[in-house]
Antibody, heavy 119, light 107 residues
């Protein structure tokens, strides 16, 4: 399985950040998929996950929950991230990652995409 | 939620052993996971479920657990092991958290 993030590299403050993650080499179904971000020079922050079942179960970081939506599109075999009302603090490299069936580990990652929030 | 605490940096000479600790109230109830990240790259899973190594990860990387502290040990450190290392765990409510990261410098 390979993952590749894509989306605008520059977003204006107060607007919505939208990214997609293309999944190749495997199905998006029946797998937990996550978004994780890393601010410049900082550590990793888990954003949330989506599980592609009939009910599309999601779980979000409580600190971001009010602004985040993660979804899957089985027809395109990709997942998406929407983050509303962005500020400079949302400037980061955004990674998509797969949660392994061997417990709560992220075993496959995309290369990441840098999103900068401008004033 | 809870925090995972790691030392900001560890320095080690080639061939020696580096130990990176991670403390958190989720341990030992929840498993720990470890990642290596080199500059400009995505993290790579090194250890899962406290002590297990994914295929392809060298045997010099090992994990252990004792009470509320888990440890990543790199035996016989090589120059290529210079990187940032992150611990990670899961909360009982289904959320995930990473430690602040430890920069390993090979002298």
């Amino acid at each position: 399985v390979q993952l590749r993030e894509s989306g605008p590299g520059l977003v204006k403050a107060s607007e919505t950040l939208s990214l997609t993650c293309a999944v190749s080499g495997g199905s998006i179904s029946d797998v937990y998929w996550s978004w994780i971000r890393q601010s410049p020079g900082k550590g990793l922050e888990w954003i949330g996950y989506v599980y592609d079942t009939y009910t599309a179960t999601t779980k979000y970081n409580p600190s971001l929950k009010s602004r985040v939506t993660i979804a899957t599109d089985t027809s395109l075999n990709h997942l998406s991230l929407r983050l509303t009302s962005v500020t400079a603090a949302d400037t980061a490299v955004y990674f998509c990652a797969r949660l392994t069936s061997e417990g709560d580990a992220f075993d496959v990652w995309g290369p990441g995409t840098l999103v900068t929030v401008s004033a | 939620s809870y925090d995972l605490t790691q030392p900001p940096s560890v320095s080690v000479s080639p061939g020696e052993t580096a130990s990176i600790t991670c403390s958190g109230q989720s341990f030992p109830d929840q498993y720990s996971y470890w990642y290596q990240q080199k500059p400009g790259q995505a993290p790579v899973l090194l250890i899962y479920k406290d002590t297990e190594r994914p295929s392809g990860i060298p045997g010099r990387f090992s994990g252990s657990s004792s009470g509320t502290t888990v440890t990543l040990t790199i035996s016989g450190v090589q120059a290529e092991d210079e990187a940032d290392y992150y611990c990670q765990s899961a909360d009982s409510d289904g959320t995930y958290v990473f430690g602040g990261g430890t920069k390993v410098t090979v002298l």
